[in-house]
Structures are given as structure tokens and as C-alpha cells.
């Protein structure tokens, strides 16, 4: 994660963007299902849309299935690819951190999304994507947590059932990249796979790191059930970040209005933050790690 997040800034009850909704809100991303599909075509297609969007375009939600791939940061060290020969192409691409292998039976969500229209920094979508995997698991009453440092979700100490047997485990790998303020790659979520591949190298970059799919912690679900329940889980947290953001700026608007000295300690324009909305400090453009 490269940004620090700062406090709401003044912001327009109403955002320029084509994706706005009265009263301030956002539409939710476009869902875009694009089943199974090659994870080159997937990455090129990323690519071309970050290149060509502008301060108009919807945010959107891919939801893909590859075929077996092992994929390889920008940063990422071969020597994590255990096994040359696998039969399993690797493609090196450019969202932060080492090696992990995407496969039938996992979920692939693809976040395209406008940072700086959203004021979301790069940490805070990295944490709101972690409690959307956490949530879709607890759906299917599967335990997930976080790890300080180790960005993904693993299977908790105290699991039960079928998950104690796997305590520690990844079930979810996440990794971005940002390009002028937008986001590309995104989460995937092992639903019910052949994990023998990941043997053939070092999770994440982490040797000896178990990796588990929800089938062999106990959940008995579809690919295409799973994959929804994540994306609308992603949808709510992005929606419920907005209105934090902007639930705390009109209260900083309002202060601003009534006692104009607190919003100069405060560090706000009571010119701009009441009526424009002011300008916010950009996110920093960064690559938040893969896991």
C-alpha cells in the first residue's frame, strides 16, 4: 500500500462525474460478467480501459474465471515459480507484489475504479476489499481475517469445522495497480479448485504458505453464486465509504458556515467548502502489494 490516508476534504455534495446519483450518491460500478476468459485478454483489456477513461466514465466490476495461469509482478522474483515446467504459462504484469496462480473454480473480481472522484486512497480500497471478501465468506459461514502486513484473507485461529484443519491458509489474494488515480487488477477468491498448482510455487512469496478454496473449508457453493455475493459486498462498501466521506464534509461545511474561525484551524475555506466544495488533495498514485 503507497498512500497515507488524510482527512475527508471539503467536497461537493454533488461529484462531476457521469456515475452521480441525486443527492450526492454514486451509481454502483457497472458489473461486468465476463465469464471465463484468457487472463492476457483480461489484462490487455484493463489496460486500454484505464488508458482511454476520463473524469466521465463509470467506475466498473469485472467478474472473470481464467484458465490456469501463474501471474508475476512487476517486482516479483522467478525463483518463487518452484517448478519450471508446470505446463502452466506465467505472465509477468504490473501490479505490485510476487507470484500467485489464478484457475477454474476461483472468482477474479477486477476493480476499474476512479480513486480520486471517489476521495478513496489506495490503503482504504485495499481494506474495503478485504472486508468485502470477509463478508462474502461469512455468507457462507466461513471465518476470514486479515494479516498486518500479508495483504489477502486467511483462515483465523479458533476456525471450526472443516477450517480448523487450516488455520492460517489463504483463501482470498488481492493486489492493484494505480495509474493516474484509477485503479486496475483487483481480488480473487478460491471457490472450489484444483490447488495443486500453487505447490508449484511460493504464495505471494511466502515458502511453505498453505492455500485453501471455501470447498475445503466446508462451503458447498457455485462459482457464479460466490462471484455475486462478493460483488454486491464490494458495491456496499464502496457505497458506504462514499457516504462517510461525504456525510463528514458537509458536517465540515456546515461547521464552516456557522464559525468560520474553527474551519481556518481547521485548515478549510469556508468560501470554497460551502458553496464549490474547494479542491481536495489528490490521492498518491501507488501499487498496492499482491498476496
Request: hydrophobic share 40%.
Amino acid at each position: 500500500m503507497c498512500a497515507t490516508p488524510v482527512s475527508a476534504p471539503p467536497i461537493s455534495p454533488s461529484p462531476s462525474s457521469g456515475s452521480a446519483l441525486p443527492g450526492g450518491r454514486f451509481a454502483p460500478p457497472i458489473l461486468r460478467w465476463r465469464g471465463n476468459e484468457a487472463y492476457q485478454a483480461s489484462f490487455d483489456a484493463m489496460r486500454e480501459f484505464t488508458a482511454q477513461r476520463d473524469a466521465q466514465t463509470p467506475d466498473e466490476i469485472w467478474l472473470v474465471e481464467h484458465p490456469p495461469v501463474f501471474t508475476l509482478g512487476q517486482a516479483g522474483k522467478p525463483e518463487h515459480l518452484l517448478i519450471a515446467n508446470s505446463g502452466i504459462p506465467l505472465v509477468q504484469i504490473d501490479r505490485g507484489g510476487q507470484i500467485t496462480y489464478h484457475g477454474p473454480g476461483q472468482v477474479v473480481a477486477y476493480l476499474l475504479l476512479d480513486l480520486r472522484r471517489r476521495k478513496l486512497m489506495v490503503r482504504e480500497l485495499v481494506t474495503l476489499i478485504e472486508q468485502a471478501v470477509i463478508e462474502t465468506l461469512a455468507a457462507y459461514n466461513l471465518a476470514g481475517e486479515r494479516k498486518a502486513g500479508a495483504p489477502g484473507i486467511y483462515v483465523p485461529e479458533g476456525a471450526t469445522g472443516p477450517s480448523a484443519a487450516h488455520v492460517g491458509a489463504k483463501v482470498g489474494a488481492l493486489g492493484l495497480k494505480i495509474s493516474h488515480g484509477c485503479s486496475y487488477h483487483g481480488v480473487s477468491l478460491n471457490v472450489s479448485m484444483d490447488l495443486s498448482p500453487f505447490l508449484a510455487i511460493n504464495p505471494c512469496g511466502y515458502a511453505g504458505l498453505e492455500t485453501v478454496d471455501m470447498a475445503t473449508l466446508g462451503a458447498q457453493t457455485s462459482w457464479q453464486d460466490v462471484a455475486a455475493t462478493l460483488a454486491a459486498r464490494l458495491e456496499a462498501n464502496l457505497a458506504a465509504h462514499w457516504d462517510s466521506t461525504l456525510s463528514a464534509a458537509l458536517s465540515v461545511a456546515e461547521a464552516a458556515a456557522t464559525d468560520p474561525c474553527a474551519a481556518s484551524a481547521a485548515g478549510v475555506n469556508p468560501a470554497t467548502s460551502a458553496t464549490t466544495g474547494g479542491q481536495p488533495p489528490q490521492p498518491q498514485a501507488g501499487v498496492a502489494p499482491a498476496a
